[in-house]
């Protein structure tokens, strides 16, 4: 038989490296269910019993995909999770571990984390998220390593700046032009503007600090967001798990992306984005409330009237009110 040409080998090597993946985990053994498993299905899985351990075999060797315990014997898993980011940039990485609260899936999610899961995870549940982890190998994480330089998020610094008058603010937000994005800043810096004005006994509201975020985060809450308003549009009312799969990242991450960056669930910036055509026209137009919550696909004027107000404290009735707005 003949040699295998140059093109032959690179297509080799490259089909063993989309099936390699590196489990550092001290509690897994090579002869365990769930890597048998793994390898049974093709997979060519590594096992390091140590971070050491791992860390070495990931930069000597390239892989598709690692699963990270964050509690390691010798070394703080987030530090390997922060070196495995330099060392393993391509690598799509999982944290998997027994201990896992929501400020560590967060802080998981910020380092570029792919996936973060809880223990125990067997069977089909465990080869899925795998098979998963290598779909997404190699684009590019949706939040990258090392604190990114952080900017302020808030081009129009609505929120964060006191002089600004409500009205001011309402007048920014009715701005066709004004991106999904800054409308949500702009309607939390609009809660807290209504909210100083209230007595404090009478505060209902959180009060939303600005936040700074990376360009990382700004890009992909962007893109959750276009992909929320894509769906309204369509006449649907979007789902996390719908919106996940568009945008290619947990719906875990998307909750924890919205709330880092805009103190803000899912459901809260999905009803946001649904009433933001009205404010535009309760602002800047003579047409009834109902007409409006017509026009905007509310089958109910009264559930219309709700969702503004809890959207930007005003009611229809009372941003129209402030005038000037036109």
């Known amino acids: 038989m003949g040699r295998k040409s140059a093109t032959s080998l690179e297509l080799d090597t490259h089909r063993q490296t989309a099936d390699r993946v590196l489990w550092i985990d001290d509690e897994i053994r090579s002869g365990d269910a769930a890597v048998l498993l793994m390898r049974a299905e093709g997979l060519q899985l590594e096992v390091a019993k140590s971070a050491l351990d ?33 060392i393993a940039p391509t690598a799509a990485i999982m944290v998997l571990s027994a201990h896992i609260d929501l400020a560590d899936a967060g802080r998981a999610v910020r380092l570029g984390v792919r996936d973060v899961r809880t223990k125990p995870l067997i069977g089909e549940e465990l080869s899925a998220a795998v098979r998963g982890l290598l779909a997404s190998s190699g684009q590019p994480s949706p939040i990258l390593p090392r604190q990114p330089p952080p ?85 649907g009312i979007p789902q996390i798990e719908a919106i996940a799969r568009q945008v290619d990242i947990t719906p875990r991450q998307i909750t924890l992306l919205l ?28 047409h009834q409330y109902a007409q409006i919550a017509y026009q905007i696909g509310y089958e109910h004027p009264t559930q219309f009237t709700r969702d503004f107000k809890r959207t930007l404290t005003l009611s229809p009735h009372e941003l129209r009110a402030l005038g000037g707005v036109r």
């Open 54 to 86: 791992g860390l070495e075999r990931a930069a000597t060797r390239e892989y598709a995909a690692i699963i990270l315990d964050v509690r390691l014997p010798d070394i703080n898993g987030w530090d390997v999770l922060a070196r495995l980011r330099d």
């Open 151 to 235: 900017r302020p998020w808030d081009r129009h610094a609505a929120h964060a700046n006191a002089r600004l008058s409500i009205r001011e603010i309402v007048k920014l937000l009715a701005d066709h032009k004004c991106s999904a994005l800054d409308y949500l800043v702009l309607a939390n810096g609009l809660r807290q503007r209504v909210a100083a004005c209230v007595p404090a006994k009478h505060r209902q509201l959180p009060r939303r600090r600005g936040r700074v975020v990376s360009n990382e985060t700004e890009t992909a809450v962007e893109a959750i967001l276009l992909a929320i308003e894509r769906d309204l549009a369509g006449g």
């Open 259 to 286: 709330e880092d960056a805009l103190t803000l669930t899912f459901r809260e910036c999905r009803r946001a984005l649904r009433v933001r055509p009205a404010v535009r026209l309760v602002a800047c137009t003579p």
